[in-house]
């Protein structure tokens, strides 16, 4: 073996060990038989789709921001400090003395700072990231809701298609069957070539058809485990479960019905009430700037210059016998020198340590503080005005979603009714055209009908089954849909 297929061998085998822990995760999700069941998928996707884990995120990010506000009302406290080369002329930070000489200077502090007022916007704050925090946990459960909804869709498309191809692919079969025949009728002379030539064509209709159904398929099995976020693969098979027919299970609840109950129940009605109630929470939030602070700060210092020295004590210096006039008369004309003791303090000073420095120059102070808004460029007033906007903004949120959920249910239920109404007609029309088509083609063996009009009652009765077809599975989204807002099981 040469190094090339060497090198080709292990990437073949790298390539299938990367594969395989996706491959197995995908076994695993699917029931161990890697074939996917609806209720499989929905769950699968829940917890693995890329829009429900972004939403994940930002409920994450709000509960960050709650933690935050709560923390907000504990003391503040920081430390700060410094260390330098000074040369030339600067004050000593000791003795304040101004000097002329190179030396080294260090100081630190530590603040404290504890709000006790402030127009309890602390309070609203954390009241309003509380409720946007139980927004978002809605808002995921919704992006839940609304992937389920994408799996429901794609998973029926698969199901449609599928059937779709069972129907091409026996339309497909009639169609060989009869052009067969006809062929051996075309050789003992019976027909004509024409009669060939039509069939041909509509064999290769018939292909077409169960081409375009098997594409259909295989969008809707891609668009699946695109919200499933696994990789695509040909081994992604699903459960083909039994659909009751529309006839066997016709619509009972009523619209109105099914809006009640989504109102207390859908997580994304819950989530635009929260944020509305979130809004005004931020409102007072905005208010409380109008009201004065008030604040607890304490705090501690000390520094060091290493051109400060340590007294160590006092020394007593005899200078010998001073000189000194002393004068007898108020003229000052008889005088006399006498001598005194000259005796004089010396100062003994020593290195001063810093650690000891630190500690003698240490300074302390606690008070309270006041703070009075009286102008700030109308920077509250603004604020206000922006929190009523969003107030508002958060209540035609909410009257949207709530008329967005009606329209959708509304929709849902007269499309159900409707499917219903079409799956009816077109069971009639399919039994009739069946009949139709099936004496057709005695009559075409016969000879008594030509290709050309065999064609047209049969593809009358193709499009009788297509249409029953999509009226039962239409039919079967639509009632999954009030199911849904109903709370109910999705699965069949």
């Not at 060990?17 to 499989?40: H, N, R």
């Amino acid at each position: 073996m040469n190094k090339l297929s060497k090198r080709a061998l292990v990437l073949a085998l790298g390539l299938s060990l990367c594969t395989f822990p996706a491959a197995f995760a995908q076994q695993q999700a699917a029931g161990g038989d890697g074939t996917w069941s609806l209720e499989e998928a929905i769950n699968y996707a829940k917890a693995n789709n890329l829009q429900v884990r972004q939403n994940s995120l930002n409920r994450d990010l709000d509960r960050a921001d709650l933690n935050q506000s709560k923390f907000s009302r504990l003391p503040t406290i920081n430390a700060n400090g410094s260390y330098s080369f000074n040369t030339g002329s600067f004050q000593d930070p000791v003795t304040f003395n101004l000097t002329t000489q190179n030396a080294r200077t260090a100081n630190g502090q530590i603040n404290a700072n504890l709000p006790l007022f402030s127009g309890f916007q602390q309070v609203n704050q954390i009241k309003q990231n509380s409720l946007a925090l139980e927004a978002s946990e809605q808002e995921y459960l919704s992006a839940q809701n609304d992937v389920t909804i994408q799996v429901v869709t794609a998973y029926l498309n698969i199901l449609f298609a599928n059937e779709q191809m069972s129907i091409s692919e026996l339309q497909r079969g009639l169609t060989e069957q009869q052009l067969n025949r006809t062929r051996i009728l075309f050789k003992a002379g019976s027909v004509a070539e024409n009669a060939i030539l039509d069939l041909e064509s509509q064999f290769a209709t018939d292909e077409l058809n169960y081409i375009t159904a098997q594409n259909q398929r295989d969008i809707a099995r891609l668009s699946l485990m695109q919200l499933l976020n696994i990789p695509t693969s040909e081994a992604f098979q699903i459960e083909i479960p039994q659909i009751p027919e529309p006839d066997e299970a016709p619509v009972i609840v009523d619209g109105n019905q099914v809006y009640d109950i989504a109102l207390q129940t859908q997580p994304a009605i819950r989530a635009v009430d929260l944020r509305l109630r979130s809004s005004e929470k931020g409102l007072d939030v905005a208010k409380g700037a109008y009201f004065p602070r008030l604040s607890l700060f304490a705090g501690a210092g000390s520094r060091y210059a290493n051109t400060s020295k340590r007294l160590l004590g006092i020394e007593t210096v005899d200078n010998g016998l001073s000189p000194q006039v002393v004068y007898y008369d108020a003229a000052g004309t008889r005088s006399e020198t006498l001598y005194f003791p000259d005796i004089s303090a010396r100062r003994l000073e020593g290195d001063y340590p810093f650690f000891r420095q630190f500690d003698d120059n240490l300074s302390t102070q606690v008070g309270l503080s006041l703070q009075i808004p009286i102008l700030n460029g109308f920077q509250t007033r603004i604020g206000v005005q922006r929190a009523k906007i969003s107030q508002q903004n958060a209540q035609l949120n909410a009257d949207i979603a709530r008329n967005n959920l009606r329209q959708t249910i509304e929709q849902a239920y007269v499309d159900a009714i409707a499917a219903q109404k079409r799956y009816a007609a077109s069971k009639e029309q399919v039994i009739a055209s069946e009949k139709n088509f099936r004496n057709a083609e005695l009559r075409l063996n016969s000879g008594i009908i030509n290709t050309v009009d065999f064609n047209v009652i049969a593809n009358t009765y193709r499009s009788a089954q297509s249409s029953l077809n999509q009226a039962k599975y239409d039919y079967t989204f639509k009632l999954k849909v009030l199911d849904f807002y109903q709370g109910k099981d999705l699965s069949f």
